[in-house]
C-alpha cells in the first residue's frame, strides 16, 4: 500500500477517495501541483461535503449505532449519541446558523467547553459551508 502510494500517488489517492467518500461531483484529477513548492491542489473540480460523509452516509445503515461517546468530568454523566442524533442535532444548529444569516464561505468563531454540542455546531458549519474556527 505504501509503495503504491508513492509509485502512483494519483491512481493511489484517486481510488481511495472514491471508494471512501460520497461525491457530490466527482473530481476530474486526484492532485496537482509539487507539495515541496506549496502550490498542491487535490480531488480538482470534485464536490463533497465533510459533514455529509462523516454523518449521513452512516445514517443508512447504522442509524441507531453511536457516532460519539463523550466522557465527562464527573462519573456517570458521560454521554453517547448515535448517528440519527448526530445528524438531527448537526441539522438544527445549521438550520439556526442560517436563519442567523450564516452563509457558504463565512468564518464562524466557536467557543466552547469539550462537549459533545461542539462537534454538532463545527459539523452544521462543514453543512452550510461555513468555515469554523474553535477553541476551548
Given amino acids: 500500500m505504501y509503495t503504491r502510494s508513492i509509485e502512483d500517488p494519483e491512481q493511489f489517492w484517486g481510488e ?3 471508494a471512501n467518500l460520497d461525491w457530490f461531483r466527482d473530481f476530474d484529477q486526484t492532485v496537482t501541483g509539487a507539495i515541496g513548492k506549496g ?9 463533497t461535503n465533510v459533514s455529509v460523509n462523516c454523518i449521513d452516509r ?3 445503515t447504522h442509524a441507531d449505532k453511536v457516532a460519539i461517546i463523550w466522557e465527562a468530568d464527573e462519573v456517570g454523566q458521560g454521554r453517547k449519541i448515535t448517528y440519527a442524533e448526530l ?3 448537526t441539522c438544527r444548529v445549521a ?4 436563519h ?7 468564518t464562524v468563531a466557536i467557543y466552547m467547553p469539550m462537549i459533545p454540542e461542539i462537534a454538532f455546531v463545527m ?6 459551508g461555513a468555515v469554523h474556527s474553535a477553541t476551548t
Fill in 95 to 98: 438550520n439556526a446558523m442560517k
Fill in 100 to 106: 442567523a444569516g450564516v452563509k457558504k464561505g463565512d
Fill in 58 to 60: 452512516h445514517v443508512k
Fill in 87 to 89: 445528524l438531527e442535532e
Fill in 39 to 47: 502550490d498542491m491542489a487535490w480531488f480538482l473540480n470534485g464536490q
Fill in 16 to 18: 481511495l477517495a472514491r
Fill in 123 to 128: 459539523l452544521a458549519c462543514t453543512r452550510i
